[in-house]
């Protein structure tokens, strides 16, 4: 059934809805109605007619014994539900309010397992994005402004962003809730919640004129490696046809009940948190608030990601797309040259001189040294240390992904955000990490409404540029291949090492940064072999010196 028939039935049935309901409503004749397998959602008419549906539950609140529990299905209800406004996000720590990204959420709860759907009008097997949030799977939501999907819609897309658990009440794991799982496994939640939103997505989607067969994951930096987890998660097969990852990285992970590559186990890593709340029990950890849970978790410096654990994440991310085991999907990935400029909390203390640089790098990358000193030089050591992060995280991450993908036959895509606007050239902040999503989300107008920090872009270049990155976007998400009315050809990344350059305007070139790609793989494979290594943040002059 087509959305407007799906709508015209509902508006006629309105009057029926069972009186004293929590969520009845009155009818209303402007307001747009869509029947899901929950019940009927009453939703809002904005800008060029686009329609939302928002704090749609797709899970049942995750408390009391369903805390650390895989998220359950949400209940039906009867009569018309008001979805004009967002759920409440996710339990997490507030952003300093200096922070570039600080935009904290008006509500928290535990209850916060919720949707939101932007659709056009008239939509009828439109293709899907599902929006996943970044925030390093400790904060973030789907209600942030910068996040509304109506342009997309605009583009034909229906838009869809939800929030999944974040921090200990999402990523934690215990012996004892490995013990009650049926599956023996624990600290996957948050990446369940996110398989649950795209079975609900594909289960429904269809209601708003959505297309259950051509649906793109989309996400940026935690939300770029929940990306990566979804591509690798058998329980995610099939689910989504598409993948966007922003700022992706593919680093070590613990393993869930074993210490490798240098990681403790994740339920080590449990047992640790569980001390620091002081709770003796499982009972008595489902006890405690949520917030003050949280906060003992970060007191022990508790780093939410996901675990290695046989069932929904079988094996290292990189050994799943080494073995050709990942979902074979087109993709669209890339990174932005300034991402470290905003996270220069996780940067080593910089050497003194140039010679205490060079003899640091030599003395913990051996044979290696000279490749890594034509690349990041000891001539100016900030932007060296600036670049070494950026590339072991995001860059060769993201070539990595597209590499394998188009190595399997998949038609896959790279780019490199290297837009520089006044107000953030000012603030030395060039194409620092998410600085893309005003761009990619159109919210480049005076009035957009972006977080109080942000450096604004401004002006008709800024318009162009996001005017061209959403056609690419959503024409990949419609067909596969990323296209832009007036701007050049993306064409595959390989053969020949093709990407896109976004900087004041999107000019395809090939092989970025020549060798990083080679460096950073022979790094990690290094580490791989070791056995005893991680590999994250600690490189360049914080990188282990060998038989240490």
Known sequence: ??????????????????????????????????????????????????????????????????????????????????ASAFGASCIQPNYPSNSVYADNPATMSEDCLTLNIWTPPHAHKAPVIVWIYGGSLTVGGSAEPMYDGGKFAGHGVVFVSFNYRLGPLGWLALPALSKESPQGVSGNYGLLDQIAALKWVRKNITAFGGDPNNVTIMGESAGALSVTYLLSSPLARGLFQKAIAESPNMR???????????????????????????????????????????????????????????????????????????????????????????????????????????????????????AFLKLYPGDNIEASMLATVRDALFGWAAERMVRKEAAAGVPSYLYLFDHDYRAARERGL???????????????????????????????????????????????????????????????????????????????????????????????????????????????????????
């Open 1 to 82: 059934m087509s959305k407007a028939i799906t709508r015209i039935a509902l508006m006629a049935a309105a009057s029926f809805c069972v009186a004293g309901s929590s969520v009845a409503l009155a009818a209303n004749p402007n307001q747009p109605t869509v029947a899901i397998s929950q019940g009927t959602l009453a939703g809002q008419i904005g800008a060029n007619g686009v329609e939302t549906f928002k704090g749609i539950p797709y899970a049942e609140p995750p408390v009391g014994d369903l805390r650390w529990k895989a998220p359950v299905a949400a209940a039906p209800w009867k009569g018309l539900r008001d």
């Open 252 to 370: 070590s992970f613990p393993e869930l009940k074993r210490a490798d590559h240098g990681l403790p186990s994740a339920e080590e890593i449990g047992l640790k948190v569980q001390k620091a709340a002081g709770a003796s029990s499982l009972k008595a950890l489902r006890a405690m608030s949520p917030k003050a849970l949280t906060i003992a978790a970060f007191q022990t410096r508790f780093r939410p990601q996901g675990t290695i654990d046989g069932y929904a994440l079988p094996h290292q991310i990189v050994e799943i797309f080494d073995r050709g085991d990942e979902a074979h999907v087109p993709l669209l990935a890339g990174f932005n040259s300034g991402e470290i400029q905003t996270l220069r909390a996780g940067l080593p203390t910089p050497p003194a001189t140039r010679a205490a640089y060079v003899r640091e790098i030599r003395k913990r990358y051996g044979e290696l040294a000279p």
């Open 430 to 548: 060039r194409a620092f990490h998410a600085s893309e999503f005003p761009f990619v989300f159109g919210h480049v107008e005076p009035e957009a409404k972006l977080p109080v920090n942000w450096p604004r872009p401004e002006g008709t270049e800024d318009v162009a540029l996001s005017d061209a990155m959403m056609n690419y976007w959503t024409s990949f998400a419609r067909a596969g291949v990323p296209a832009a009315p007036g701007h050049p050809a993306w064409p595959r990344f390989a053969p020949g090492k093709h990407y896109m350059l976004f900087g004041d305007k999107p000019v395809a070139s090939t092989d970025p940064y020549p060798g990083m790609y080679r460096l950073n793989e022979e790094v990690v494979s290094q580490r791989r072999r070791a056995g005893n290594q991680q590999w994250f943040f600690n490189v360049g002059v914080a990188a282990p010196v060998p038989h240490e």
